[in-house]
Each structure stands twice: as C-alpha cells, then as structure tokens.
C-alpha cells in the first residue's frame, strides 16, 4: 500500500478531539472520539500540524427601530349634539412599525443591515361629532316673538342693486331690496331665514365674491336712503 501523505491535523470542538488524515487512502479519512481532555503534549504523533487561532473584525449586531406612525381626523355629522358643538367621540392614537435589524459590522463600522422581523400597530383614527340638533330658543323683539335654533356673531354690511354693471338681482333671481341678505352658503344655507336686531328679518338669497365665512351682506333698495353701518352684529336663524 503506498501512502501518499502523512500530515494530520489536531483540533477540538467542544469535548471532541478530531484527527483528520489526508490522503492517507484514496479518500480522505477523519476520526474523531470523546476525550475529555486534551493533554498538553501529545506524544507518538509526528507531523502534527495545529490550526492558528484566527481573530476577525467582522462582527453582526441588533437594532431596534421604532417610528410614529400619525393617526387621522374624521368629522363627521350627529343629530345627538346641539348646532354648534364639536365632540370628540373618540381619541386619535399614534401607530408605530417596530423593525428589527441584523447590523453587519467591519472594524466597528455598519457596513449593511437588514431587516429580520417587522411589527405594525395601526393608528386610530380621532373621530369628532359635529352636532346638527336644532335648539330652540325664544326672544323677544320690537318685531314681535320669534323662535331661533342657533345664533351667530357676523361682520355685517350693506348693498344695493344700484351699482354699475349690477341686474338688481340677486342669485336666486330675486330682487335686491330690504328683507334679502348675501351670506356665504357654507356657514348659512341659501334661502334660510334670519332676524338681525336693527334691520329686521331677511332671507338669504345672494352670495358675494367678498362674502366669505362669518360676514353677511344687508340688502336695501337704496343703500344712500339706509340706516346701516357695518358692524359685528348677532344673526338669529329662524324656521319657517
């Protein structure tokens, strides 16, 4: 039998002592037994050659990652409140996205990192009823008793259909004259009625490029021949 090499190599895993022969036959041979220590000096063997211990600089770490996720706000209509009221029927609460990295290291610096496991936890949408219940209330005027549902405090003015370039009508059609008011139709409907102290009742029956938000716009026949300077001034909203 002609041996083609005799170099072994010695090394231990845990409590195994292995001892591998190469080429010894054709194929390569590896034994390897129980040994619960490993003498200093193993004696008999010649050739023996001992694996260097190898020290490197990569190295994985682990990072947590946690990032806010931001939560919506619904409005949304509820006959159960008064006209004017806003409740928060429910809380808005942030999400998150919880991301767990294996971070690859060389000398100490991230070289890569990728993600191992992610979590998610929804955010709840902040839910605010807006009341369209009517409240009634009675006041009494110079003009009589009247019965309102809601009040608002508006810059009110003054106009006439007499100006240049003007029809005389309003948007719905009518006539521009006391009794007819422009306001904004999403703070006031079209064709609501209203009493405003001093001027009396009216209807809404215009708009205005310039009437926008809390203001509203009193109509006259003749503005030279009214009474009314612009001013903050309540704005009563009446049924039929």
């Known amino acids: 039998m002609k041996i083609i090499s005799t170099t072994l190599v010695v090394f231990v895993v845990g409590s ?14 590896v034994l390897a037994w129980e040994h619960p220590e490993l003498p200093g000096d193993i004696l008999g063997v010649s050739n023996i050659r001992r694996l260097p211990e190898t020290q490197t600089s990569f190295d994985i770490s682990s990072d947590v990652v946690v990032t806010d996720v931001g939560y919506e706000t619904e409005q949304f209509d509820s006959e159960d409140y008064f006209l004017g009221d806003e409740v928060v029927v429910q809380e808005g609460l942030y999400g998150s996205i919880t991301r767990t990295y294996d971070v690859y290291l060389w000398d100490g610096e991230e070289v890569d990192r990728r993600v191992v496991s992610e979590e998610r936890i929804n955010p709840q949408t902040k839910r605010i009823a807006v009341g369209t219940k009517k409240n009634y209330r009675m006041m009494d005027t110079p003009d009589g008793s009247i019965t309102y549902y809601d009040v608002l405090s508006m810059w009110s003015t003054s106009y006439d259909g007499n100006c240049r370039g003007c029809t005389g009508k309003t948007y719905t059609g009518a006539l521009v004259d006391h009794g007819v008011c422009a306001v904004d139709p999403r703070v006031i409907p079209l064709y609501t009625k209203m009493f405003i102290p001093g001027y009396g009742f009216c209807r809404a029956l215009d708009i205005g490029g310039s009437i926008k938000g809390n203001k509203i716009d009193l109509g006259f026949e003749n503005v030279k021949n009214g009474w009314w300077s612009s001013r903050w001034t309540d704005v009563y909203l009446l049924d039929e």
């Open 16 to 29: 195994i002592l292995v001892i591998g022969v190469t080429k010894l036959f054709p194929e390569s041979h």
